[in-house]
């Protein structure tokens, strides 16, 4: 069956780092552009990173612009996004999710995984 599991998240202090991972399972990555978005509670979901098809083009959110990195590894059939300089404000469930372009607009994601933690705190 067609999945996407996130993995990497946890607690870290203010200043910190952790680096996600975004596997596929019954598909290919290589065909699709996988996005990053983040959910706090009593928020909406919104989108962090997105990383196109094999060329690699990458794009951020205004407040995460030099801090993540998002990258793939296709023989792998992973997505990775590595957090730097973490602040509370990035505390959410992190999700990824699949697409046949890079877009904002959650709606056209075909698959999602089911989320990983990000805690931020002192």
């Known amino acids: 069956q067609v999945q996407l599991v996130e993995s990497g998240g946890g607690l870290v202090q203010p200043g910190g780092s952790l680096r996600l991972s975004c596997a596929a399972s019954g598909f290919t990555l290589d065909y699709y552009a996988i996005g990053w978005f983040r959910q706090a509670p009593g928020k909406e979901r919104e989108g962090v990173s997105c990383?196109?098809?094999?060329?690699?083009?990458?794009y951020y959110a205004d407040s995460e612009k030099g801090r993540f990195t998002i990258s793939r590894d296709n023989a792998k059939n992973t997505v990775y996004l590595q957090m730097n300089s973490l602040k509370p404000e990035d505390t959410a469930v992190y999700y990824c999710?699949?697409?046949?372009?890079?877009?904002?607009?959650?709606?056209?994601?075909?698959?999602w995984g089911q989320g990983t933690q990000v805690t931020v705190s002192s």
């Open positions: 990383i196109s098809t094999s060329a690699g083009s990458t």
């Open positions: 999710a699949a697409a046949r372009g890079c877009s904002s607009l959650k709606e056209i994601y075909d698959y």
